[in-house]
């Protein structure tokens, strides 16, 4: 799966699928990929074997004309100019403020949203006051810490089994009556 490298793009190949957009390889000469690398503003390390850049990254000056597929009739191809660089859509150039990587970045999104889970559910200690649940896998379980969707999810094989031992127990009442008749 194609994933932009640039350090604060958000694009990745299922989202940008069907709008016409091309994720680009790194060029293979040194000098140009330091400066592609240097553009992307990536505190990790960048292994430009598998990385790629999205297209809208690039002017559109910076692609050649596709001429033998336009003659041809077929559909035009992207193709980029062999002294390209990425210049549209960057993080902010040499002003001081820190870029984050993708895994920080989503690292602080998991705090915020256990965050505001907890405003739902302040603490353990209290009763949650968020929506019961009707089973476990429905979509409110995404609404409850983790602490109390484990409980909720013990409760819920505990209801299981109370309604298994119910069905086992009229069974084996029927059976005595049935051995009581006889």
Known sequence: ?????????????????????IYHTFPVCSNRNKIWISKCKRQDHINVKYVRIYSDHFRPSDYM?????????LNQKK??????VPSVNLPLQDNGENILS??????????LREAKIRLKCPSSKKACKTPAMEPFTTATTENICSSCFKTQKKMHYFWKELVFLK????????????????
Not at 65 to 73: A, F, P, Q
Not at 102 to 111: A, D, M, N, T
């Open 167 to 182: 069905k086992n127990l009229k069974r084996q009442k029927r059976r005595l009556r049935k051995s009581e008749k006889k």
């Open 1 to 21: 799966m194609s994933v932009c490298v640039v350090a604060t793009c958000p694009n990745y190949h299922r989202k940008t699928k069907g709008k016409g957009v």
């Open 102 to 111: 993708r895994s920080e970045r989503k690292r602080k999104r998991s705090i």
């Open 79 to 84: 193709i980029l100019k062999p002294d390209a």
């Open 65 to 73: 004309d596709d001429m033998k597929n336009r003659l041809l009739g």
